[in-house]
């Protein structure tokens, strides 16, 4: 499955560069448009609610992509294994949507796309299952890299802060239901159906917020 997102997120990177050669620099393409998150775009409509995933699909230049797609590689590949595959795709479209929340949340006005909202939502699931077992995050590898990626999000312009905060708060909720200890965890099979709700009050908030 993560192999899947990834070739997805390459594939409309293709297509985007295709259709406009600007996207290599990270300018602004009209596929962007289309598939990115605005608040005054989500409002227009059933038509648009689409935005809510589709803008974890798009990136503003190859840097971005390339970032994203090796965390993307490096946390999902652990958590797939850990998970299974449907469960790890049900987390996975659950912390997008509570990036794409975020990004609402603290830039509405702003045109979000890329997978940082969720592959910050692995980084917060990674983060809180160390916790869960009694190991302090901040003492390992995705401590740093946790820390290293906030810096860069407040440090650097253009980049959503919400929607990283979004898919990094939403990881840490769903750890509560696929990486707890076993006394306290959701059952197995009742995982995805809670992942799946998780994602629906996600995106019904967003719509809700767009108003």
């Known amino acids: 499955m993560v192999k899947a997102l990834i070739a997805a997120n390459i594939a409309v990177f293709v297509l985007m560069v295709v259709i406009d050669a600007r996207a290599m620099g990270g300018s602004l393409t009209q596929l962007q448009i289309d598939l990115g998150l605005n608040a005054s775009l989500l409002s227009q409509g059933p038509g648009e609610w689409y935005r809510i995933v589709s803008s974890g699909f798009i990136h503003y230049g190859l ?33 997008l949507a509570g990036g794409s929340l975020g990004a609402l949340i603290l830039q509405p006005g702003g045109l979000h796309g ?8 692995l980084m ?32 650097v312009p253009g980049i959503s802060i919400g929607g990283h905060l979004g898919g990094a708060v939403t ?8 990486t707890a200890p076993r006394q306290t965890t959701v059952r197995k099979h009742q995982q995805k159906i809670v992942l799946a709700a998780l994602f629906v009050l996600a995106a ?8």
């Not at 652990?78 to 299974?84: C, K, Q, R």
Request: charged share 5%; aromatic share 8%; with cysteine.
């Open 204 to 211: 019904a908030a967003c719509i809700v917020i767009a108003g």
């Open 63 to 95: 840097l971005h992509l390339g970032f994203n797609m090796y965390l993307l590689y490096q946390l999902g590949g652990a958590l797939e294994v850990a998970l299974g595959r449907l469960t790890f795709l049900a987390l996975y479209l659950a912390c």
């Open 124 to 155: 917060g699931v990674t983060a809180m299952a160390y916790q869960q077992r009694g190991i302090n995050p901040m003492r390992t590898q995705i401590g740093s890299l946790l820390l290293m990626n906030l810096a860069i999000t407040f440090l």
């Open 171 to 178: 990881g840490g909720a769903c750890a509560l239901v696929v």
């Open 114 to 121: 890329g997978a940082s909202g969720a592959v910050f939502g």
